[in-house]
C-alpha cells in the first residue's frame, strides 16, 4: 500500500474555534486568534468579544447542574443571560482587558458603561428583576462600589453612597449620560437597582479559560484522546454560538448541552471510531480544485462521470483521506484494520468489474466501455457498505476508501484502466 502523505493529518488542539475565524478564515482554532491579537495589539475588542463566548460556555458547564430547566443566551438579553422559560433571570456583563490594565474604580467607564445598559434594558427599579453580574478581568479598588458589591464583601449602602458620590463628582463625558440617568432614578430606585447587582471581578483571562473548560470536563476526558475530544466539544460551542450571534437560534438549554456533550464523548468508546473531518467544515470547491488533477479524478473521467457527482466523490476521497490519517496517526485505527477494510472493498470491486468485463465482450468499443464503467462506479458508490467493521458506518468512508484505491490504481473503472494508469504513471 502506497504511503498516504498527499493530505496532513488532521490537526486538532487543545482549545476551541472562534467564531471570528468560521466567518472570516475557515475552521481555525483558538491559538490563532490569541496568537494573531496578542503579537499584533490590534484587536483588543477582538478578544473581548471572543472571550464573552468562551465565558458562556465555562457557564453553562459551572452552574448547567445546578438549574437543569434554564438555558443560557449570547446578545439576546444581554453579553450572556440565563433564562428559564424565556425570561432572563441573571444578565452577565463580560469585560476583558489586556493584563497590564488592572483596576476597577468609581470612575471607570467599564462601570458606568454597564451600569447605562442595565438602566436601559433591565428595568432597574424592579427588585424582583434579573439578578444583575458585572464580570471583569480587573479588580476592583479597595473602598469602591464595584469591590462593596462582591458577595463575599457586600455592602449595598456604602455601594450605593459611593456610585451616588461618583455621579455627582466625577466630570467624564464618557460617563457623563450613565450618570445622569443614575442619579435620576432617585434613592428608592437606586436602592432596588443595586441590590440586584453583583461584582465578579479578577476573573480568568481568555488564555485561562480553555484550562478552565478542560477542568470543567475532567470526568468525560476519554483517556489517551483528551485533547480530541475537548476540539470537538470546542467545535460544537463554537457552532451554538455563531448561530445564537447570527440568530439563527435563540439559546441552548442544559439538557441539549449535556446530550450534546456526552454524544460527543460517546464517539470516543472502544466500540467507536470518532469522526473528525465533518462535511460542514469542508470547502468542497477548494478541494475540488486542489484534488482535481490527481488518479482517481482522471479514472472518473475516462468514464465520463458526471460533474456534480465527481466534486462529491472528490469531497468523499478528501475526507476519507484525512479522517484515515487522523485516526492512524493518534492509534484509534491499527493499520492492519484498514488493510482488511481495503482487501474487502477490492475483492467486492473484482468481482464487479469480472461481471462488467464479460458482459460487454472483448471487443466493446470506447463508447461502451465508458457507460459500463460509470454504472459500475455508480452501483459501487450506491451501495450502503461495506463499512469498517462494526466500528464506523458512514458512507462517506467507504466511498472515499474506493477513491483512495482508485488513485493508488488498485482498482479502476474503465476496461482498460491498468493500461491508462501505467501511461498516466509514466508521465513526468
Not at 497590564?100 to 432597574?124: C, E, F
Not at 458577595?151 to 455627582?168: G, K
Request: glycine share 6%; charged share 25%.
Amino acid at each position: 500500500m502506497r504511503s498516504m502523505s498527499r493530505l496532513p493529518a488532521l490537526d486538532l488542539p487543545e482549545a476551541g474555534t472562534s467564531y471570528f475565524t468560521y466567518e472570516r478564515a475557515g475552521d481555525g482554532w483558538a491559538e490563532a486568534v490569541l496568537a494573531l491579537t496578542t503579537a499584533h495589539n490590534a484587536a483588543p475588542s477582538a478578544l473581548g468579544y471572543q472571550h464573552q463566548t468562551w465565558w458562556a460556555l465555562l457557564e453553562l458547564l459551572r452552574l448547567g447542574d445546578t438549574r437543569p430547566d434554564a438555558a443560557i443566551s449570547l446578545e439576546l438579553f444581554d453579553d450572556v443571560a440565563w433564562e428559564e422559560n424565556g425570561t432572563p433571570t441573571q444578565l452577565l456583563q463580560i469585560k476583558h482587558h489586556l493584563k497590564g490594565q488592572r483596576t476597577l474604580t468609581d470612575a471607570s467607564v467599564d462601570l458606568w458603561s454597564t451600569l447605562k445598559v442595565w438602566m436601559d434594558t433591565a428595568a432597574p427599579a424592579d427588585p424582583e428583576g434579573p439578578q444583575l453580574f458585572l464580570i471583569t478581568t480587573q479588580t476592583a479598588a479597595d473602598g469602591s462600589a464595584a469591590a462593596a458589591l462582591r458577595s463575599d464583601t457586600r455592602d449595598e449602602v456604602f455601594a450605593l453612597d459611593a456610585l451616588a458620590m461618583a455621579a455627582l463628582n466625577f466630570d467624564s463625558d464618557r460617563t457623563g449620560q450613565a450618570r445622569r440617568d443614575f442619579l435620576a432614578l432617585g434613592p428608592a430606585d437606586q436602592q432596588a437597582f443595586i441590590s440586584r447587582i453583583f461584582v465578579l471581578d479578577d476573573s480568568p483571562h481568555i488564555d485561562q479559560v480553555p484550562k478552565l473548560v478542560r477542568s470543567e470536563l475532567h470526568w468525560a476526558l476519554p483517556r489517551g484522546h483528551e485533547d480530541d475530544y475537548l476540539a470537538l466539544v470546542w467545535r460544537w460551542w463554537d457552532e451554538q454560538a455563531l448561530a445564537m450571534l447570527q440568530g439563527g437560534q435563540r439559546s441552548v438549554d442544559i439538557g441539549a448541552a449535556h446530550a450534546a456533550i456526552a454524544g460527543i464523548r460517546d464517539k470516543f468508546t472502544r466500540a467507536l471510531l470518532p469522526t473528525t473531518v465533518d462535511l460542514d467544515h469542508v470547502d468542497s470547491d477548494a478541494v475540488a480544485a486542489a484534488h482535481g488533477d490527481q488518479a482517481f479524478v482522471k479514472q472518473m473521467s475516462w468514464v465520463a462521470y458526471p460533474p456534480r457527482n465527481l466534486q462529491s466523490a472528490i469531497v468523499d476521497y478528501y475526507r476519507a483521506h484525512t479522517q484515515t490519517t487522523h485516526w492512524l496517526d493518534h492509534a484509534y485505527l491499527a493499520r492492519d484494520e484498514l488493510v482488511r477494510f481495503q482487501r474487502e472493498l477490492l475483492d467486492a470491486w473484482e468481482c464487479e468489474f469480472e461481471w462488467m468485463e464479460q458482459e460487454i465482450g472483448a471487443q466493446a468499443d470506447e463508447a461502451t466501455k465508458r457507460q459500463a464503467g460509470v454504472r459500475l462506479l455508480r452501483q459501487l458508490m450506491g451501495r450502503p457498505g461495506p463499512f469498517l467493521s462494526r466500528r464506523y458506518c458512514d458512507a462517506y468512508f467507504g466511498r472515499g476508501q474506493h477513491h483512495i484505491l482508485a488513485d493508488e490504481g488498485r482498482m479502476g473503472w474503465h476496461a482498460d484502466f491498468q493500461e491508462k494508469y501505467g501511461r498516466l504513471q509514466a508521465q513526468p
